[in-house]
């Protein structure tokens, strides 16, 4: 294939047809657009949303957590909160 030299390039400009694709410049920061960073973002919050369910169902049954967190969560409070009725006391 014979390519034309610059200087004939420059004045006839590429034909484009009205029917073919319409190209045109796509924002990105480093290579990722803002849908793919909108799916990235939903969908790594989905997997850290559940991930923080799990850790802290396996970790329920810690006295520690039990106190610190799941007892300051309002509508699952009760369920943490464990009274000794006076008759169990020893003392």
């Known amino acids: 294939m014979v390519f034309q030299s610059p ?3 420059a004045k006839y400009p590429s034909y484009r047809s009205p029917y073919g694709p319409k190209y ?4 990105h920061l480093a290579g990722w657009t803002v ?21 802290i169902f396996y970790a329920s049954g810690i006295p ?7 007892q300051k969560i309002p509508f699952i409070r ?14």
């Open 64 to 70: 520690r957590i039990q106190r610190d967190i799941l």
């Open 24 to 27: 045109h410049y796509q924002p």
């Open 78 to 91: 009760g369920h943490f909160i464990k009274e000794i009725p006076a008759s169990d006391n020893p003392f």
């Open 35 to 55: 849908k793919q960073l909108t799916g990235f973002g939903m969908k790594s919050g989905a997997l850290g949303a559940v991930a923080l369910f799990a850790v």
């Open 7 to 9: 200087v004939l390039r």
